[in-house]
């Protein structure tokens, strides 16, 4: 990553070149490609580059904005663009065309919309979208994930240039008044982000890791430091300390991604340990009061000194690109080995340290090849994209907006400087842009299409049986394309998604009409004028059998009602996210549910999953929940019947590890003859010998209750795999497509009323 100023050269205010400060930033990105590469998890370098970017940022940009012959806003924002979107640009380019040759069609759509996202300095918003989209969490790796560090960056230092232009023209650019208004509002503004850090870290951790709210802090406090210390002579006492001081910020910041969980702890008050660090390895690079190097410290002891050799001098060059370069080269490099292997793993490129992912041997390999590779890279792409398209001197402030071919001369002087044709550089840019941001609206558009037209063509029970290969012994064909299509299925949810009939994380109501509440029209599905009506309630694992429900729904004339809401279940008080944080809309929303079905019991009972595995990483075996059991108890007492669903499997390797059957069949690893390659998992992996329900609602409860398990249509007696009768049965790691949930109708109807009369029906 890197700051903004035109010279790659850190500057102090007092304009000496602060060598050390670039090879803090070389330490920064090393820490972030080891530890991404053989670690797999968050190291400190991104906040230390957050933290010496506003070092660099607020000051001279609070002096631009007072001086009357600065830049204007839109010079400096233009500036920041020039120095960093050609880069990004050929990095998204470059690795969106080897991913699209490499992946298969399921991940293709996914893949641009991540491409556009990084074009628009919006990755961090897509990502804190898509995984707040619980149904939508795979084990798959974003090629662009990284990104969002830049996103925030840019947000940020583009809402600070407006603020900082606009007090500047509101109070007349007055030196003084100017400046005090200004340092006040960054320490307000810094100390409030952190505030408000401290408070989303409690309660929505996925959204405050990628929000610009929640990391401002950082880089507002990098402001702050900048402003009132950096270059500043330090006094003669302290100088026995510099050496300590800056090893010392140095320990702080390479320990930090080894004790802590950044992903789980950032930006909040954790975050102040690697700060810290690079606060005392700036300060211990300033000069000393009557020091000859004052302004200079060019030459220094310690940590210092060590950062001003060549290596680190190198690194903190090419560390933007470094950064840029990395990651899509780990996630590539790690898939590709992985499906050559012929191996299925649970963890996905970039999910962990390779040596993990791959075993020792594969993963040495691949982490040497893509650090090398990633260094080479960034080194041509500093010398021949970077250096030439930095902006030196100062812009003709009357032209920038009177004169589009002002605009385009400034972008070519830098080409005509490295030698390069300018036209063909920045043409290729625009249509590059162009292309990747039409891309992903346009197989969305594609994708969609082929979706419809894949789901309306009837399924041949003689050639895709589905759960009756299983419960009817039924032989297979073989050379049969899965159904349906990997590519296609991973984001097909059941119809209650689409009309708004699921409580989203916010929600704390029970969402009884479509549009979340706005829509007169009742979410109802099965026979929706019939007068009989069962409660289908709970999160994600009740609603997947919504196909099924429906169907069964339609034929006996019952009216299915969805009560739902992400991610959240009836029961356990102590109901978490997804991400491991609190969750008090869920157990608000669980009062209003039970209330709201006590005052309005439906006439068939409510149908509801009844067992979770042991731990909320899927994990097994399956348990009952106490929780459950008052659930049950409660509408027992008031008269309501619970058809008590066992849970599905969550497929996970030995390790337990995510496992995503979708994706495992779209990456060729699946073989039907092969129990080895059934993209599942192991019966007892999740599962107990013994439904754990029936003795919690069993006959000798006395609870009004019929236990339901439907594993015997999903698993054999040792696997549960991912395509059972040529049917893919799982859209992720542990929600069923739609159509293997519609063809377990049959066997839902026989374990509820004794006959399976859809089935009746179908061989009428």
Partial sequence: MTDTDTPPAARSRRGGHRRDVDGLRGLAIALVVVFHVFVGRVSSGVDVFLFLGGVFFFGPQIRNALNRHGLTLVQSVLRIFRRLYPALVTVVAVSLAIALLAYPAARWVGVGEDAAASLLYRQNIHLAEVGAAYASISSSVSVFQHIWSMSVQLQIYVASLVAIVVVAVLTGRRQRAASIVLYWLLAVGTVASFCYAVRLHQVDQSWNYYSPLSRFWEIGLGGIFGILVLGKALPAALERWRVAAGAAGVLFIVCTGLLLDGAAEFPGPWTLVPLAGAALVVLSGNPVAGDAAEGDPAVGRGVTRLLQSRPFQTLGRISY???????????????????????????????????????????????????VGSLGLAWLTERYIETPLRQRGKPDRSRVLTSPAYVWAALQSGYRRAGVVPAAAVVVMVVVTGLVLASGPAASRADDHRRAELLAQPIDPGRYPGPDALLRQIPLPTRVEVRPNPSFEGDAQPATQADGCVGRYEDTDVIRTRDFNASAQSCAYGDTAAKRTIYLVGGSHSEQLLPALDAIGRDRHLGIVPILKLGCVLGPSDQMKWDGHEYPECVEWDRNVRRYILDNPPTDGVFMTTTRPTTDKGEGPDIVPGGYVDVVRTFSAAGIHTWSVRDTPWIRDADGNEIDPRLCVADGFYRQSDPAKDCGTARNQTLAPQNPALEAFGPASGLRATNIDLTDALCTEKRCPGVVGNVLVYRDDDHLTTVYSGMLAGELERQMYGRDDLSDHRDD
């Fill in 321 to 371: 690109s470094l950064y840029l370069w990395h990651w899509p080269l780990l996630v590539l490099a790690t898939y590709l080995w992985t499906v050559n292997s012929g191996t299925i793993r649970g963890q996905v490129a970039g999910s962990s340290g390779v040596t993990a992912s791959l075993g020792m041997a594969g993963g040495l390999v691949v982490g040497v090849t893509v650090i």
